[in-house]
């Protein structure tokens, strides 16, 4: 099945600088590769994603981008707040249209 | 903007009593999601349902928990009886098919005791 590394496991960051998570994954048959955010005692919201068709998707001060050859994409966030302190998981389906595996996430702490 | 429901938001049990959550996904979502979160970790699947079907509870600890969705629209997962391993959050989650965008309820906070 489907194993979705995730790195690193701790961030700390500038305000304003940029920070970047990156996660690979094993399956090749994977087309679907979402970011979500979670903020302490909440629920993940999503927040970007993308398919496997494209390369890169941006959403303001998010980006991500994906390269299916090495099987592995990135979570791009610049110009940081102290709002975007969270932790951030990524995830692919285990095989096509199956669920989503997890990656065991990114503690992201942006500092004033 | 529509959303999962789930409850309890919170549940204490003592060991080895039973405890059941709910769940009442997003209106049109035919695939529904039971995953474990443990805390500092990442979610982990349980159960999957197409509609009213289990397509995936190849990590459903089978001898204790138990999922349905009767009508293909709710659902209920249910663990007996509970052990100390069991404490964490159980998000649910639901989208209009699998693989694909999946939005997630607040969660049951549940602490075994």
């Known amino acids: 099945g489907e194993n979705v590394e995730q790195h690193p496991s701790t961030l700390s960051v500038q305000e304003g600088d940029s920070a970047v998570i990156k996660c690979t994954y094993s399956?090749?048959?994977?087309?679907?590769f979402p970011w979500y955010k979670q903020e302490l005692g909440k629920r993940p919201q999503l927040i970007i994603d993308?398919?496997?068709?494209?390369g890169e998707k941006k959403d303001q001060r998010i980006a991500v981008t994906l390269n299916k050859t090495a099987k592995h994409f990135s979570l791009h966030i610049t110009e940081t707040q102290p709002e975007d302190s969270a932790v951030y998981f990524c995830?692919?389906?285990?095989?096509?249209?199956?669920?989503?595996?997890f990656g065991k996430g990114t503690r992201l702490s942006v500092i004033a | 903007e529509a959303e999962v429901a789930q409850s309890p938001r919170y549940k204490i049990t003592e060991k080895s009593q039973a405890v059941a959550f709910w769940c009442d996904p997003i209106?049109?979502?035919?695939?529904l999601y039971w995953y474990r979160q443990i805390l500092g970790q990442g979610p982990e699947l349980l159960v999957q349902?197409?509609?009213?079907?289990?397509?995936?509870d190849s990590q459903l600890p089978k001898d204790r928990f138990s999922a349905e969705r009767l009508k293909g629209v709710d659902s209920t997962l249910k663990i007996q009886p509970a052990e100390l391993g069991d404490s964490a959050m159980y998000l649910c989650?639901?989208?209009?098919?699998?693989?694909?965008?999946?939005?997630f309820g607040q969660g049951t906070r549940l602490t075994v005791v």
């Open positions: 399956d090749s048959a994977s087309n679907y």
């Open positions: 209106s049109g979502h035919a695939t």
């Open positions: 349902f197409q509609d009213e079907s289990v397509v995936d």
């Open positions: 995830a692919a389906p285990n095989s096509g249209n199956t669920p989503l595996v």
């Open positions: 989650a639901s989208s209009r098919r699998s693989g694909r965008e999946a939005f």
């Open positions: 993308i398919r496997s068709n494209v």
